[in-house]
């Protein structure tokens, strides 16, 4: 989704936007632009295209202002093209807006503008914000800082939707000033200078010292001082967070793409996920969720919520929850479970997870929950994330940024930190012990199991430059092996470009066996022990129809018919999925890498899908 950088210090502010853009880049854009302030004029330049072409339109020219915004934007209203580009600016050119989100009511202001005269370059549902801006600012008597601040402020009390915006103004050559409300928007403190950004890898290489604002809260920047406002415009303190993530964990580290980086770094994102949660001998520990056994006793649902990879690991918590805590658990897509009218009450706890903790479906789901009474609690990867702050209660992955729009190493920590959460619950509801001890020791060994796994894989590279010229491939799985089977299809064919789909093992006779011809790939995951006999059957019935054969267990699954098995570490069957998941990611992988394709950022695909 759309990114927005700021710089307002000593240094050019050219190469630090361009700078800020490029480690956003990773969201998802079709166009960049940048505003700089030039001896109190504007320099807004705009392309359709990658950052890297903004960079040179922006090298042709000799920028030297030291106060600037950007943006990468993904089209939402309005089709990829300069004019569509951010930042707009107003009629008169006097204010410059970069904008992430959704002006809802931009038709109703548009038309309330065009009434007063104003008129419009572009398609956009922005454009509608700096006129406005500057609508109500020539309202204002005088024309002093607190009227700009107050224009905004009365500009956004008309938007309806969403937003995270950064504001120039030539009247004000030496300020900037930011607001957000259910966008993300973080402000970075530094020494003589500030940024602003919609996350915190973009500017860690600058500075460790972040300030999160919360919805409808402003901010006046300058060089020097950082100025809070509530929604009453009345001055707030604010704490800024020291971030403890090095800068070089958010690059890559060597490796060919952060996909790859990604994958690799599963061992240690699982080991940090476990953290002090899970220790040899002791009981689970989340002092974040006080949960008695009262209240678990109390829950009579639970829904799980969550968009693509995210809601694949619920899959596996829900199984988790309903054999082991006995506590009947659904899993419903955001997007669906915000319209769907779910029955939910004060006895319903309901547990979001989100990697990016930004994902506007996951939110708006979160925010119907917590309106019926129920008990909300988030999972995120991104401290201090949308949904960390609306929730009830919050936990987290300790994942480190992932880059890649395909997830990886959230996936496989969300579901190491479901598991513990759900032993957690056992415990709590004193659940039998020594079935919750085996899991326990399970996964404490995962992370080793995990590095074990991604050192002998060549098998897997070579298996997908045989077979990346197919058309489609089907992923089959009965039990837990299916979320396997549903993440891996997500994963190959948001990335490869190539037509899967996964299906229940137990439904190929219902209708999916019609497609199956000579040379058509079959993907099989055979680990949950009770039901690996009559996967075989099914997988039988495949090959008897011509197919080939791809098949992922940690048994010692023999059968000359099979046209490749790669076998991975056994583990307690409930964590299976955290393992049979690695070479199918890899699998995905090298079939785009042998296509050519850009594997960190597929096309049409967000990282954070910040609007509906
Ligand atoms: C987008 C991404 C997916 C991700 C999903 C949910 O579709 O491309 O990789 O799984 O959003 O994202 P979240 O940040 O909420 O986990």
Sequence with gaps: MCGIVGYIGNKKAKSILIDGLTKLEYRGYDSAGLTIMENENFKT???????????????????????????????????????????????????????????????????????????????????VIPNL???????????????????????????????????????????????????????????????????????LAFTRNFYLLKDNEFAILSKENIAFYDDNLHPLTKESKKIEWNATSAEKNGYEDFMLKEIYEQPTAIRETIGSHLMAGQSCRFDELPFTKDFLNSIQKIYIVACGTAMHAGLTAKTMLENICEIPTEVDIASEFRYRKPLINKNTLCIFISQSGETADTLAALKLAKSKGATTLAISNVEGSSITREADFVTYTHAGPEIAVASTKAYTSQITLLAIMVLYFAEILEKNTSTLQDIKNSILELPTKAEQLLSNLTEIKNFAKEV?????????????????????????????YIHSEAFFSGELKHGPIALIENDTLVVSILTVPDLIEKSISNIQEVITRGAKTLIITDKNVENTNFTKIIKIPETNHFLSPILSIIPLQLFAYYITKQKGLDVDKPRNLAKSVTVE
């Design 133 to 203: 801006i500057h609508y109500y600012f020539a309202q204002e008597e005088n024309e002093t800082k607190e009227a700009f601040l107050k224009a905004v402020h009365q500009t956004c009390h008309h938007l309806k939707g969403s937003f995270a915006i950064g504001v120039l103004s030539t009247h004000f050559p030496d300020i900037m000033i930011v607001v957000r409300k259910d966008s993300p928007l973080v402000i970075g403190k530094g020494d003589g200078e500030n940024f602003i950004s919609s996350d915190i890898p973009a500017y």
């Design 468 to 496: 990346y010229q197919n058309k489609d491939v089907f992923f089959l799985g009965r039990g837990l092996d299916y979320n396997t089977a549903a993440e891996s299809s997500l994963k190959l064919k948001e990335i490869s």
């Design 45 to 127: 330049l705009k392309n359709k295209g990658r950052v890297k072409e903004l960079s040179e339109l922006v090298n042709q020219e000799s920028l030297t202002g030291t106060i600037g915004i950007a943006h990468t934007r993904w089209a939402t209203h309005g089709k990829p093209s300069s004019e569509n580009s951010h930042p707009h600016n107003d009629n008169s050119n006097t204010f410059s807006v970069v904008h992430n989100g959704i002006v809802e009511n931009h038709i109703e202001l548009k038309n309330f503008l065009k009434d007063h005269d104003y008129h419009f370059l572009s398609e956009t549902d922005t454009e």
